[in-house]
């Protein structure tokens, strides 16, 4: 069956830190991937995406994410956060043939 | 930003009644999709529309209906409104194709229902 799964509900972290978040995919065919950031109040936008070519993807603000075929993975990393991270971050996948899935979504809380 | 509104964006109802929930889109997306977002629960898939008149369920199904007579259309029917309907509704919309197609999903701002 497909799924996505985030293991992290909740992170909270200091200004400056490095952060790595965890997404695991069970996905048939050739797979789509990507991580939406939604702000307090609105809706989710897109930060960056994986089709095909490069394992190392960079999206705005900063984000990068790595995929990594053989663990199934697609971990959104940040060398450095700001306070204007705080959001609730999802990952999904999707095919041309297939709907898209989302993760359950990871809190990510930043301290001043 | 891609071409999807929902309508309306915020609603009070009363238990009970129907409600409908509009989502239009402007892309000739094949893919649509409703779901609800609740704290702590994160994005619950409701129902979604892979072409016209054709729909299948989420995982949070129960309660709910909808039905796409148009590609630009989707439509969320809550039959009785209960208390615990009461939510914030996201309508999505993808595209697919051959292989290398940009499959992004398109959110629309987002619709607020009271059930009083």
Same mark, same amino acid.
């Given at each position: 069956?497909?799924?996505?799964?985030?293991?992290?509900?909740?992170?909270?972290?200091?200004?400056?830190?490095?952060?790595?978040?965890?997404?695991?995919?069970?996905?048939?065919?050739? !797979?789509?991937?990507?991580?939406?950031?939604? /702000?307090?109040?609105?809706?989710?936008?897109?930060?960056? *995406?994986?089709?095909? +070519?490069?394992?190392?993807?960079?999206?705005?603000?900063?984000?990068?994410?790595?995929?990594?075929?053989?663990?199934?993975?697609?971990?959104?990393?940040?060398?450095? !956060?700001?306070?204007?991270?705080?959001?609730? /971050?999802?990952?999904?996948?999707?095919?041309?043939?297939? *709907?898209?899935?989302? +993760?359950?979504?990871?809190?990510?809380?930043?301290?001043? | 930003?891609?071409?999807?509104?929902?309508?309306?964006?915020?609603?009070?109802?009363?238990?009970?009644?129907?409600?409908?929930?509009?989502?239009?889109?402007?892309?000739?997306?094949?893919?649509?999709?409703?779901?609800?977002?609740?704290?702590?629960?994160?994005?619950?898939?409701?129902?979604?529309?892979?072409?016209?008149?054709?729909?299948?369920?989420?995982?949070?199904?129960?309660?709910?209906?909808?039905?796409?007579?148009?590609?630009?259309?989707?439509?969320?029917?809550?039959?009785?409104?209960?208390?615990?309907?009461?939510?914030?509704?996201?309508?999505?919309?993808?595209?697919?194709?051959?292989?290398?197609?940009?499959?992004?999903?398109?959110?629309?701002?987002?619709?607020?229902?009271?059930?009083?």
């Amino acid at each position: 069956a497909q799924s996505v799964s985030q293991h992290n509900h909740h992170v909270i972290l200091s200004e400056a830190a490095s952060l790595e978040l965890g997404c695991n995919y069970s996905y048939g065919g050739t !797979v789509n991937l990507f991580w939406y950031v939604q /702000y307090p109040g609105q809706h989710l936008q897109l930060l960056l *995406k994986y089709f095909s +070519g490069d394992p190392l993807v960079k999206g705005i603000k900063g984000f990068e994410a790595e995929f990594i075929k053989s663990k199934f993975s697609f971990n959104l990393r940040k060398p450095s !956060v700001q306070w204007s991270d705080t959001a609730e /971050y999802f990952c999904a996948a999707g095919s041309s043939a297939s *709907k898209i899935i989302f +993760g359950s979504g990871t809190r990510l809380s930043i301290r001043p | 930003d891609a071409g999807i509104t929902q309508s309306p964006r915020h609603k009070v109802t009363e238990t009970g009644t129907p409600v409908t929930l509009r989502c239009h889109q402007t892309e000739n997306h094949r893919y649509m999709y409703w779901y609800r977002q609740d704290p702590g629960h994160g994005l619950r898939l409701i129902h979604y529309s892979y072409g016209v008149k054709d729909t299948d369920k989420g995982e949070v199904s129960d309660g709910y209906s909808v039905s796409r007579s148009k590609t630009e259309d989707f439509l969320l029917t809550l039959e009785s409104a209960t208390s615990s309907q009461t939510s914030v509704y996201f309508c999505a919309i993808s595209a697919s194709g051959g292989p290398g197609s940009n499959t992004e999903a398109f959110f629309g701002q987002g619709t607020r229902l009271t059930v009083v």
